[in-house]
């Protein structure tokens, strides 16, 4: 416990350069594998935020941390979710990787199997409701717990019916 709160110098330097590499590694792999590589358009995104993050603490706060693993792993992770992205074009591993969108709410109706289901109360729905400034249910068209995790709300004070494609899933 007396070494809680400190730290050598040596040691100190290996942090700052461990990280300042892997700093580097990870700029230079998502320039090249692409933004998409940490955004949150599915289910398969989490795995690869987690994975870039838990390399970083391991080759960071290692007492005896191996750089050339480091962004080995990181190169790995970053192919890995390229080929994921790749193959969800095919709808069969899409289907197994990727959750499906989920009706909350058709127009007034709140569809509770369907809150239970995505483990989403009532309270969240009505939180969601006032973020998206809707004031009345009845200008509620449809809320859809997407494969994110997010709740969308489409709304509308006119009669205009929403387009089939935005609903497809």
Known sequence: MEKWL??????????FFSLLFIYIFIILFTR??????????????FP??????????GTVLSPNPSLNNGIFGLLLVFVFQLGAAYLRRYK??????????????????????NLLKARVTETD?????REANVTSLSEIRFVVFETTGDISVLTSKSDNQVDAWIMTD
């Open 32 to 45: 090249i594998f692409g933004k998409r590589s940490f955004s949150k358009m599915s289910g398969f995104d």
């Open 125 to 129: 729905l009505r939180a969601k409701l």
């Open 6 to 15: 400190t730290m050598d110098l040596k040691g100190g330097l290996g942090i």
């Open 48 to 57: 690869m935020t987690i994975a870039v993050g838990s390399i970083i603490a």
């Open 92 to 113: 069969t591993f899409e289907s197994l990787i990727d959750n499906k969108p989920l009706l909350l709410m058709d127009g007034e109706k709140v569809l509770i199997k």
